[in-house]
């Protein structure tokens, strides 16, 4: 027999061998359910919360799938997360989440789950703008200096929300108390939706939160935005001073948020969900409503992504030691 009708030639057993290679990818690719799970680690309400659901029918179309998006806010994100973690890196359970992924390490002292060993970045997907709001009934103050004034004049007297220790709403906030060089007490919430609502309510005085989740509110009056933490004026919202123009040339606090998937995602599974949500977010319709809500968005590849998260955990791990937040 010669080697032209071999069945195990040479040139056959190097194309079985590919196949053999290519099988896990591949079999991954085949194995997708016609369901995409989107795990939001935020309450519903937040900003990724605005930002994903403004997205989901592009996102829809651009998977040719269902994405379903699930809340699952618990702990400040961690219960979210760890249910990502536990997932099959089939494709089918993915997450969008904002900085608060990459803090946890630093003020959290016992997580179920590695930042970010434990999970595949696939893209930073881009940013959205922090504003720091008081409650007008409580609060008198318009403008930065009189809001620091006023804090002075009564250490420890109010209050300000979060949408959990540790969160990218806590640490902005005790990081503007540091440089305006003044005290206030914290109330966590469990996520942004109930920190709103009691902002809202005057069950606490002032927070930070993303522009989305207020921004209805600030209009409607009854919230007050006192500056954002932006570098310029977010042009969503153009009449909002920031706190650099204010006096606080220091206090500008980036939020971004992320596409995120199991440990041990297949390449072949992180490059359909990457140009997923490029098609997705360049839907007209998804740029007018990130143009509405201020965000900016900018998408990163997957590798920058990896690269991008250890770096912002250094950072992080900085900004939590300056803020003298201590680890629970």
Excluded: C
């Excluded at 190097?14 to 935020?42: D, E, K, M, Y």
């Excluded at 640490?171 to 709103?196: C, D, N, R, S, W």
Aim: charged letters at 15%; proline letters at 8%.
């Amino acid at each position: 027999m010669t080697s032209s009708t071999n069945p195990f030639s040479r040139r056959a057993m190097l194309a079985a061998s590919a196949a053999l290679a290519l099988a896990p990818w591949s079999a991954a690719v085949r194995a997708q359910s016609g369901v995409i799970r989107f795990i939001l680690p935020n309450a519903p309400g937040s900003g990724v919360d605005t930002i994903a659901r403004a997205a989901q029918p592009a996102l829809s179309k651009a998977f040719n799938a269902s994405v379903v998006i699930d809340n699952q806010p618990g702990a400040g994100g961690v219960v979210g997360l760890q249910q990502l973690a536990r997932a099959a890196p089939d494709g089918n359970t993915l997450a969008i989440v904002s900085n608060n992924v990459v803090i946890f390490p630093s003020v959290i002292k016992s997580l179920s789950f590695n930042m970010p060993g434990d999970f595949t970045p696939i893209a930073l997907i881009g940013a959205t703008p922090m504003v720091l709001v008081v409650n007008p009934k409580t609060v008198p103050a318009t403008n930065s200096k009189e809001f620091i004034a006023l804090l002075k004049s009564k250490p420890d007297t109010f209050n300000f929300a979060s949408g959990g220790t540790g969160t990218i709403l806590h640490l902005a906030t005790q990081l503007f108390l540091e440089e305006a060089g003044v005290t206030a007490k914290h109330i966590p919430y469990k996520g942004v939706g109930p920190m709103v609502a009691g902002l809202v309510g005057g069950q606490v005085d002032f927070g930070t939160a993303a522009l989305p989740s207020v921004q209805s509110h600030i209009k409607a009056g009854s919230l007050r935005a006192i500056g954002m933490l932006t570098a310029q004026r977010t042009p969503a919202a153009p009449e909002i001073p920031t706190f650099a123009e204010q006096g606080l040339p220091k206090f500008v606090v980036d939020a971004w948020f992320a596409a995120i998937g199991p440990k041990g995602l297949p390449p072949a599974l992180v490059g359909k969900a990457h140009d997923a949500i490029v098609a997705a977010f360049a839907d007209p319709g998804v740029k007018q409503a990130m143009a509405t809500q201020g965000n900016t968005i900018d998408i990163s590849t997957p590798e920058q992504a990896q690269a991008a998260f250890r770096n912002e955990m250094a950072k992080y791990a900085a900004l939590v030691k300056k803020a003298g937040i201590e680890p629970e």
